[in-house]
């Protein structure tokens, strides 16, 4: 197994993030790997991608958090990452429009829930490194 290792994360003025994480060189060998996650991340989350350096066998991200933009989202939309892939089968009813009082606002719930990940750096980079882990592996 190949570990990938934090070694700074900074947050300041809740909206911008840095990030220095070391991953296997096995990974780094190449950057498109990085970037292409990055892309698809970007498109996913209420998270800018400011800035961004590949080393050999780590690489530094800058980002930032655009919290308003995910509140102002529909509960679909709000779905983009979790939700139909990962969610509990109330959710995927809800969807549906299989649902009935309890079970509709037990999904909106949860819904919500998953909105306010969408704005959460950490969850950003967990979904990078998740990823990047997998390739490693």
């Keep these: 197994r190949h570990p990938i290792t934090i070694v700074s994360v900074v947050v300041f ?16 060998s190449s950057a ?4 292409d996650r990055l892309a698809v ?3 996913l989350f209420a998270i800018d991608l400011c800035a961004n350096a590949v080393m050999s066998n ?3 991200v800058v980002l930032k958090v655009d919290r308003a933009r995910a509140e102002a989202w529909s509960l679909g939309e709000g779905l ?15 969807l549906r429009g299989e649902t009935v009082d309890a079970e509709t606002v ?9 909105r306010s990940r969408l704005f959460d ?16 592996n």
């Design 13 to 28: 003025a809740e909206r911008f993030c840095v990030a220095r994480i070391i991953i296997p060189a096995r990974i780094m």
């Design 32 to 35: 498109a790997i990085v970037v």
């Design 41 to 43: 991340l970007v498109e």
């Design 58 to 60: 780590h690489y530094h």
């Design 80 to 94: 983009a990452v979790d939700g139909a892939v990962f969610g509990p089968l109330v959710v995927k009813r809800w």
């Design 106 to 114: 037990k999904a909106i719930e949860i819904v919500e829930s998953w």
């Design 121 to 136: 750096p950490g969850r950003f980079m967990k979904c990078l490194n998740e990823h990047l882990a997998r390739k490693a």
